[in-house]
Nanobody, 123 residues
């Protein structure tokens, strides 16, 4: 396993969680990293992405202003800080490394995927 996502759990609406994605296979090097999620019974969707050097980020409209993606290259780790969580944020969250410095919103641009971590937000 090259990408290990963690930090999921059960939280009440309005609460916060921080997800982490650790790269043990050097897939983050020179590549953008993204977070995607799959809500129960729904298709996988884009959440956020960060460029290789961290100077560019992009978010889905549904999480803009509540989530923040960041990376620590010294730790080979990308984070997703999730605030003001809503029940509709409930999903399995996946991290993935892209093919290139900028990932974009399409899952097809991401080559390596972590195993996912479950986030459950109760109302």
């Amino acid at each position: 396993v090259q990408l290990q996502a963690s930090g999921g759990g059960l939280v009440q609406a309005g609460g916060s969680l921080r997800l982490s994605c650790v790269d043990s296979g050097r897939t983050f090097s020179n590549n953008a990293v993204g977070w995607f999620r799959r809500p129960p019974g729904k298709e996988r969707e884009f959440v956020a992405t960060i460029s290789w050097r961290g100077e560019s980020t992009s978010y889905a409209d549904s999480v803009k202003g509540r989530f923040a993606i960041s990376r620590d290259s010294t730790k080979n780790t990308v984070y997703l800080q999730m605030n003001s969580l809503k029940p509709e944020d409930t999903a399995v969250y996946y991290c993935a490394s892209a093919l290139g410095s900028y990932g974009g919103t399409l899952a097809e641009r991401y080559r390596y995927w972590g195993q996912g971590t479950l986030v459950t937000v109760s109302s």
